[in-house]
């Protein structure tokens, strides 16, 4: 993503300050959004999708060449016919030295952060909005983003985190407690304790994930566990991810997908991303198959056409087409 650098050298003549940096940035994605949830309903089947999102990064570096920075957002967007206004989201504040960093606030989150989670798309899931985001493994019975991830509109959830990577190993740690942020008096007290791992050899990449969530209704504590492993076979890129859920309250029990994803590039300019998944969540609608195909096209630029078509395991079918360029 193209930045545009409004200060290099500011407040160089403070002490302890090697150099401070204030950095511009973000995106815009507007497209149609065909959804077939949405027939029989005021909100109709086919509306405009979009997103306009403003990233501001800071950081400085002291003289012993720890570098301290936040992050925080503006975002504003619509979706199936219902506009939004601009809202701020909580600031992420970090700290980096050599290969660790340690983060606060609206925290990443390690599984949110895992490798092999998401589509290879820049939207990171299916069309110009990501279409719901069923090609996740994780997602599943019903259950999306069960777990700590940074909130582009909100507070996020007011953690703390370490990262951690050296050559081809990397690893991720978090925790957050609603007790801590705006848990009413009474109410249950969520925590979530993640972490995750990876590992490159050659052109493969292994990954792990785990996310515990403690705290909650009895029987509804999803803990998760993600495994996955991608590389490249010349001809196309490949991603096989399996995830579980265990304590799935309308299971009854556990519920596992497993996810096989290719990437395809069709010419010089043009890309291709299909997956197929199986959920093996029994009793429940989204016990099933699903599967995608996105399309994406490079105008130069920052600029590109982003198309794609998904049938999630609850038979839900949406068509999603737009543009998408950042800045």
Same mark, same amino acid.
């Given at each position: 993503m193209k930045k545009v650098l409004f200060a290099t050298t500011a407040l160089i003549a403070t002490a302890g300050m090697a150099a401070a940096e204030v950095r511009l940035g973000g995106y815009g994605r507007f497209g149609?959004?065909? *959804?077939?949830?949405?027939?029989?309903? *005021?909100?109709?089947?086919?509306?405009?999708?979009? @997103?306009?999102?403003?990233? =501001?990064?800071?950081?400085?570096?002291?003289?012993?060449?720890?570098?301290?920075?936040?992050?925080?957002?503006?975002?504003?967007? $619509?979706? /199936?016919?219902?506009?939004?206004?601009?809202?701020?989201?909580?600031?992420?504040f970090y700290v980096t030295s050599g290969g660790f960093t340690l983060g606060v606030g609206n925290i990443i989150g390690a599984f949110e952060g895992a490798t092999n989670l998401y589509l290879e798309t820049r939207t990171a899931g299916v069309g110009i909005d990501g279409a719901g985001f069923d090609s996740l493994a994780p997602?599943?019975?019903? *259950? $999306?983003?069960?777990? /700590?991830?940074?909130? !582009?509109?909100?507070?996020?959830?007011?953690?703390?985190?370490?990262i951690y990577s050296a050559g081809a190993f990397g690893a991720h740690l978090s925790y957050s407690d609603d007790a801590l942020n705006t848990q009413a008096p009474g109410a249950f007290a969520e925590t979530n304790t993640a972490i995750s791992a990876y590992y490159t050899f050659g052109d493969w990449t292994a990954s792990i994930a785990y996310n515990d969530e403690s705290g909650v209704? #009895?029987?509804? /504590?999803? /803990?998760?566990?993600?495994?996955?492993? !991608?590389?490249?076979? %010349?001809?196309?890129?490949?991603?096989?991810?399996? #995830?579980?859920?265990?304590?799935? #309250?309308?299971?009854?029990?556990? $519920?596992?997908?497993?996810?096989?994803?290719?990437?395809?590039?069709? %010419?010089?300019?043009? !890309?291709? =991303?299909?997956?197929?998944?199986?959920?093996?969540?029994?009793?429940?609608?989204?016990?099933?198959?699903?599967? %995608?195909?996105?399309?994406?096209?490079?105008?130069?630029?920052? =600029? !590109?056409?982003?198309?794609?078509? @998904?049938?999630? $395991?609850s038979d839900n079918t949406t068509v999603q087409a737009g543009v998408y360029f950042s800045f």
């Open positions: 149609l959004d065909y *959804n077939e949830a949405n027939d029989n309903t *005021n909100l109709g089947t086919t509306s405009i999708t979009s @997103r306009l999102r403003l990233q =501001v990064d800071m950081s400085t570096e002291t003289d012993g060449g720890v570098t301290f920075g936040a992050r925080f957002r503006a975002q504003a967007e $619509s979706r /199936d016919n219902v506009p939004g206004g601009a809202t701020f989201n909580g600031a992420r997602n599943m019975a019903g *259950n $999306s983003f069960d777990w /700590d991830a940074y909130s !582009s509109g909100g507070a996020g959830a007011n953690g703390i985190e370490v209704a #009895a029987g509804t /504590d999803n /803990d998760l566990l993600m495994v996955g492993v !991608s590389g490249d076979l %010349g001809f196309a890129g490949v991603r096989l991810v399996y #995830a579980t859920m265990d304590n799935t #309250a309308a299971v009854g029990g556990d $519920s596992s997908k497993l996810g096989l994803y290719g990437t395809f590039d069709v %010419g010089a300019a043009t !890309s291709l =991303v299909v997956y197929v998944t199986s959920e093996d969540s029994p009793g429940l609608v989204t016990d099933g198959t699903g599967y %995608g195909i996105h399309v994406s096209h490079d105008l130069g630029g920052g =600029v !590109s056409l982003e198309a794609g078509a @998904r049938e999630n $395991s």
